[in-house]
């Protein structure tokens, strides 16, 4: 084992354990749950179309940019095909078997990009504390989502002309 996997499972046993708390498990769990499959920011993203006439393009587009970061994920997932933890009993059933790169990171990151350039400032804490859950509820490595969360921002970073209503396509 090298150094940096002998730290994301040192780290990952260490934040897995916070989850000994009913409390922290509870949070970190529907954090979890809210955040699969990009609901959650989904969900925002087209509330924000639906309630903010005024730059509903531009949130339309921040919620493509969210989707389409987490289908990049899940495209780099079947490429590395990383198994998940195996050294810590996990909190939360996942949808798959591959960690890296964890895409509950990659959409949370690009909605607190894509979102957080509208004003939205509440985002960023949001997608952090899912970024974090995932390691709390023992299903990722640290490198992981730090993958999926550069993943996210690269994502929504590109294609930030064309949400802002640009040319970039």
Do not use: N, Q
Not at 132 to 144: F, I, K, Q, T
């Amino acid at each position: 084992m090298d150094d940096l996997d002998d730290m994301d499972h040192r780290i990952v046993t260490a934040l897995r354990a916070c989850g000994t708390d009913p409390r922290v498990a509870g949070a970190a769990r529907a954090l979890s749950w809210a955040g699969e499959h990009g609901a959650l920011w989904l969900a925002a993203g087209l509330a924000g179309a639906a309630v903010d006439g005024a730059r509903r393009g531009a949130w339309l587009r921040g919620t493509a940019l969210t989707a389409g970061a987490h289908l990049v994920s899940m495209g780099v997932k079947r490429v590395v095909r990383r198994p998940r933890p195996a050294h810590v009993v996990p909190l939360v059933r996942t949808a798959g078997r591959h960690s890296f790169p964890s895409s509950h990171a990659a959409s949370a990151t690009a909605a607190a990009v894509a979102f957080g350039a509208l004003g939205i400032g509440a985002v960023r804490p949001l997608a952090a504390a899912v970024c974090v859950s995932r390691l709390v509820v023992g299903v990722h490595y640290p490198s992981d989502v730090a993958a999926g969360a550069a993943l996210g921002a690269l994502t929504a970073r590109l294609g930030a002309d064309w949400m802002r209503g640009g040319t970039r396509d």
